[in-house]
């Protein structure tokens, strides 16, 4: 069942007041992930896979690209350091490292991604 396009400009809320809609399209995560070290993937929006490159390297593919590689992407782990070192239209990076700067394999990883989206 198709239920065609909806446009709007603004959203208004009855008592929260309004929000311009470009807010919650250019505004909202475009992809998200929670993962174990290794490729169990506990969680996930806008992801298609999850590559080990090695220890504490990973990459995330997108079900649907960016629009550029010019967005913002945050790695997070619990126990460690993260960098994002590497991002492209299709995928980003995440690289987990302890405190003496060494890769290491961390048990909660987290990505998230915000911009525009193809």
Do not use: C, P, Q, W
């Not at 807010?23 to 992930?33: N, P």
Request: proline share 0%; aromatic share 8%.
């Amino acid at each position: 069942m198709a239920f065609g396009t909806l446009k709007a400009d603004t959203l208004t809320h009855s008592t929260a007041g309004s929000l311009a809609t470009n807010y919650v399209v250019e505004g909202s995560a475009k992809a998200y992930i929670r993962f174990n070290a290794g490729t169990t993937i506990n969680g996930s929006f806008n992801v298609a896979s999850l590559t080990d490159d090695g220890t504490g390297d990973y990459h995330y593919n997108f079900t649907n690209a960016m629009s550029n590689a010019n967005y913002t992407h945050v790695g997070m782990g619990g126990n460690v350091g993260i960098t994002d070192d590497t991002v492209t239209t299709a995928l980003a990076n995440i690289g987990a490292f302890n405190a003496s700067g060494s890769a290491i394999d961390d048990t909660r990883m987290n990505g998230h991604v915000t911009g525009d989206l193809a």
